[in-house]
């Protein structure tokens, strides 16, 4: 049995409450230390704590569950910053003692060593945790232009935005650049800003939306490159919303010479296939920046090797959740493990 199983019949909704309940009674000053928004919001996360507790299991990775944590605590702290890290790093061990509690009173001993070892790490992962102050902007080749854009950006200019890119392109950087050197970059940032609590996610929102038409704007540029004949067909896995880092890999082949056709998120299964019956595509890309999409990028692989007929294509797959280490991609059956365009590029080259 998994948890997975719990959900379907509500007894996960039970579990989240229970623990959410038992919180406030090991620590009563937690009563007076989160509003209500917390309150709401903390139980809200026990369900995501509880969801990404299962991918670590399913996916025997313990990457995904420390990478998460590192990731939580961060996002705490910058909302409750008046609490203090330590109270913080308290009452989520806390936590994670009574996740434990909980699993063990609901799941078979199999289940219960699995999640005794994730949640032991986890709360290592929490012990230890400490703040960084990471800045993707600087030192970078295009920082001024980059900067300047996430500026135009925060500031909802998005013609300045749209002519920051064109004066870079003028002025001799490569599309290439731009994406990689400016685009990725500022994006990442973007993300940084939302997770210090600095913007919140409908700017998150509008730097998304505009970059995205930025990058339409070039595509004139982009599809002139001359073609080298190989085909890439590229989408996300489940339900996970973080495509443009799919697509900017797409653009990028494009620029390379290869005819790509980016499907995005959300792609049902028979229309997939008839994708790649229409394509017969040389490459496919796979791409999932949430670790709990991990599954279905797994599933996606499978199914598509049951189908002898397309034996012959490669697939490749990337994203946030392959990058932390927990080399999936070794035990997955796709053919290249790379983490970036830049790998994958130089990959195809001698593939
Ligand atoms: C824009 C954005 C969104 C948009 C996405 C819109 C869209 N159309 O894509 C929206 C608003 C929908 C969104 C939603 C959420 N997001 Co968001 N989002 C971002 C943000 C700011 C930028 C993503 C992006 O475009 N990056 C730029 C691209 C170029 O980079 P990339 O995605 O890493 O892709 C590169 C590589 O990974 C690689 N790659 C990608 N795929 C593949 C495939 C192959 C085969 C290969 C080889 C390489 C490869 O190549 C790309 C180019 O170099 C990131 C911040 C970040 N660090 O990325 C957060 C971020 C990913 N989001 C985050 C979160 C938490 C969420 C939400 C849960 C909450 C929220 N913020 O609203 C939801 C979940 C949605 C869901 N169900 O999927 C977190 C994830 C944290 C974690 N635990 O990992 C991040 C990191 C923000 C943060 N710092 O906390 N988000």
Same mark, same amino acid.
């Given at each position: 049995?998994?948890?997975?199983?719990?959900?379907?019949?509500?007894?996960?909704?039970?579990?989240?409450?229970?623990?959410?309940?038992?919180?406030?009674?090991?620590?009563?000053?937690?009563?007076?230390?989160?509003?209500?928004?917390?309150?709401?919001?903390?139980?809200?996360?026990?369900?995501?704590?509880?969801?990404?507790?299962?991918?670590?299991?399913?996916?025997?990775?313990?990457?995904?569950?420390?990478?998460?944590?590192?990731?939580?605590?961060?996002?705490?702290?910058?909302?409750?910053?008046?609490?203090?890290?330590?109270?913080?790093?308290?009452?989520?061990?806390?936590?994670?003692?009574?996740?434990?509690?909980?699993?063990?009173?609901?799941?078979?001993?199999?289940?219960?060593?699995?999640?005794?070892?994730?949640?032991?790490?986890?709360?290592?992962?929490?012990?230890?945790?400490?703040?960084?102050?990471?800045?993707?902007?600087?030192?970078? $080749?295009?920082?001024?232009?980059?900067?300047?854009?996430?500026?135009?950006?925060?500031?909802?200019?998005?013609?300045?935005?749209?002519?920051?890119?064109?004066?870079?392109?003028?002025?001799?950087?490569?599309?290439?650049?731009?994406?990689?050197?400016?685009?990725?970059?500022?994006?990442?940032?973007?993300?940084?800003?939302?997770?210090?609590?600095?913007?919140?996610?409908?700017?998150?929102?509008?730097?998304?939306?505009?970059?995205?038409?930025?990058?339409?704007?070039?595509?004139?540029?982009?599809?002139?490159?001359?073609?080298?004949?190989?085909?890439?067909?590229?989408?996300?896995?489940?339900?996970?919303?973080?495509?443009?880092?799919?697509?900017?890999?797409?653009?990028?082949?494009?620029?390379?010479?290869?005819?790509?056709?980016?499907?995005?998120?959300?792609?049902?299964?028979?229309?997939?296939?008839?994708?790649?019956?229409?394509?017969?595509?040389?490459?496919?890309?796979?791409?999932?920046?949430?670790?709990?999409?991990?599954?279905?990028?797994?599933?996606?692989?499978?199914?598509? $090797?049951?189908?002898?007929?397309?034996?012959?294509?490669?697939?490749?797959?990337?994203?946030?959740?392959?990058?932390?280490?927990?080399?999936?991609?070794?035990?997955?059956?796709?053919?290249?493990?790379?983490?970036?365009?830049?790998?994958?590029?130089?990959?195809? $080259?001698?593939?």
């Amino acid at each position: 049995m998994t948890l997975l199983l719990l959900k379907s019949n509500e007894s996960i909704v039970k579990m989240t409450q229970s623990i959410f309940e038992k919180q406030f009674i090991k620590d009563p000053k937690l009563e007076k230390d989160l509003d209500d928004r917390r309150k709401r919001l903390m139980l809200q996360d026990i369900y995501y704590n509880i969801d990404n507790l299962e991918a670590a299991i399913l996916h025997d990775s313990e990457h995904i569950i420390v990478d998460y944590v590192n990731w939580l605590m961060g996002l705490l702290f910058y909302r409750m910053k008046h609490l203090g890290l330590d109270r913080i790093k308290t009452f989520m061990i806390d936590h994670y003692i009574l996740l434990n509690e909980a699993v063990n009173s609901a799941m078979d001993e199999v289940y219960i060593e699995k999640a005794e070892k994730h949640i032991n790490n986890a709360i290592e992962a929490i012990r230890h945790f400490e703040l960084n102050n990471i800045s993707y902007l600087d030192g970078i $080749r295009l920082e001024s232009q980059a900067k300047n854009y996430l500026e135009a950006l925060l500031a909802r200019d998005r013609q300045k935005a749209s002519d920051i890119v064109i004066t870079t392109l003028d002025n001799g950087a490569t599309l290439e650049e731009v994406y990689v050197g400016l685009f990725r970059p500022v994006m990442h940032e973007v993300g940084n800003l939302w997770y210090k609590n600095i913007i919140a996610v409908d700017k998150e929102h509008y730097a998304t939306a505009v970059t995205q038409g930025v990058m339409s704007q070039l595509y004139p540029r982009i599809f002139a490159t001359p073609k080298n004949g190989r085909t890439m067909v590229s989408l996300c896995v489940g339900n996970e919303l973080h495509e443009m880092g799919i697509r900017m890999l797409s653009d990028l082949f494009e620029i390379q010479g290869w005819d790509t056709i980016y499907l995005g998120a959300s792609v049902p299964w028979e229309s997939l296939i008839s994708s790649l019956e229409e394509y017969n595509p040389d490459l496919i890309t796979l791409s999932v920046t949430m670790p709990n999409y991990l599954s279905n990028c797994k599933e996606t692989i499978d199914a598509i $090797r049951k189908e002898k007929r397309f034996d012959h294509m490669k697939i490749a797959v990337g994203g946030k959740a392959l990058d932390m280490g927990n080399n999936l991609r070794e035990k997955w059956n796709v053919d290249v493990e790379a983490t970036s365009y830049e790998e994958l590029v130089a990959w195809t $080259r001698i593939n």
